[in-house]
Structure formats: structure tokens, C-alpha cells
């Protein structure tokens, strides 16, 4: 007789079902109990496997915290896609992606500080910059560039194509805003990207115009050659 995993075609192995559970554990611990106070033991001792079985799987708590930026970022990208599909209005669009994005991040707001700390060197494995981050931080720059895409607007090809790594800095100052953002439900990070949008709204259509096309473009390209 075929085992379970057998009859139902599952390709999952103990490795991979340990793996997993270590990686649950992990992200339910950086929700809850922030950043510092989840250890590799505390997480070995939770899913009742060795430190050494956790190290053979993630090498490292930073490994675990890339994880958790995958996880968050993908449940980014879904509820932006979802929500996106019934408007076509570049600033409506931008608007769920911002603000999806900071829903996700939501549950981790009592503890993004110790975040921020750990990741603030640019040397730093968890910086949202780094090498390790790329993945990522691929999945934040294309939530930006479906909402781009998606929209119904007139924007000349070269300026579209190059604005969703704008966004994707903006994301990226937007969300240190709201680690220090002590206001009920952070309600001045809410504030300032409405008021940015409503910005943004304005400036879009004219920069197409002759005179102003050139520097947009020069200044994107320079966002370019930053990120490079």
C-alpha cells in the first residue's frame, strides 16, 4: 500500500517539512517577539530539533530574517495584485501599493527598531540593500512596476519604465519613517503618503513636456547608477 505522500504525489521530504517548521517558528517569533529576543536555540528548542539541525537548514538568525523578508514582501505583492485589478489609475494604483505594503509590515511595528538597528550598516547581511536582500527586494520593484504597467497612463516608455525603482526607494524611506512613527496606527506615515500621492499626481502628467524630460530622465538614470 502507498504511503500518504505517495498517493497524494507530495515530493516533501522530512528535510523539507523541518525546514518549513523551523521557518514558521522564526517568523512567528520575530512577530512576536521581535527581533533580539528570537535566538537560533530559542527556535531549535521550539520545534524540538537540535541548534545544529537549525544551523544545517538557516546558518544564521539573518538567515531567517531574509525569510522573513520574502514572506512579507510576497504577501505584498498578492494583496497589491488583487486589490489593483479594479483600477487603472496610476496614482490609485501606486496608493495600494504603498499602502499594502505597509499593512504587511503592520504586526512587526513594536519591534521594527531592533530590526532597523541590526540592519542599518550597509556592511550588514539584513540590510534591505544589500547583496542577500536582492531577491527581496525584486519582488518589492515589481509590485511597483504592475502598478506602473497596469495603468492607464501617458507617460513616455523610457520615464515608466524606469520609475518603479523610484517607488521602490520611496517604499524604502517611506517604511523608515514608519519605524519611528510613534502616532496611533501610525497614522503620520498615512498621512505623508497621501500627501506625496497627491504630489505625485501633479507633477506626473508634465513630465513629458519639452524642457522638464531631460532632467526627469537624467535623475532617473541617476537612481540607475545609485542601485547599480
Known sequence: MFSSELS???????????RRLLRDIALRSFRERGYDATTIRHIAAEAGVSVGTTNYHFASKNDLVQELYLDVQDAHAARAAELSGSTTGLIDRLRI???????????????????????????????????????ALRITESVFRAAVTGA?????????????RV?????????????????????????????????LGRVLPVVG???????????????DEVQA
Open 97 to 135: 501599493a504603498y499602502e499594502t505594503g505597509l499593512d504587511e509590515i503592520e504586526p512587526y511595528h513594536p519591534h521594527a527598531p531592533e530590526f532597523l538597528s541590526a540592519a542599518m550598516s550597509p556592511r550588514s547581511p539584513i540590510n534591505p540593500l544589500s547583496t542577500d536582500s536582492a531577491d
Open 167 to 199: 517607488f521602490v526607494l520611496g517604499h524604502l524611506l517611506l517604511a523608515l519613517f514608519w519605524v519611528y512613527d510613534s502616532s496611533p496606527e501610525q497614522r503620520r506615515t498615512r498621512l505623508l503618503l497621501g500627501a506625496g500621492l497627491t504630489l
Open 152 to 164: 492607464d497612463h501617458r507617460l513616455p516608455a523610457d520615464i515608466a519604465e524606469k520609475l518603479p
Open 8 to 18: 497524494t504525489g507530495s515530493t516533501e521530504t522530512k528535510s523539507d517539512r523541518t
Open 209 to 223: 513636456l519639452p524642457g522638464v524630460r531631460g532632467p526627469v530622465r537624467q535623475l532617473l538614470d541617476l537612481v
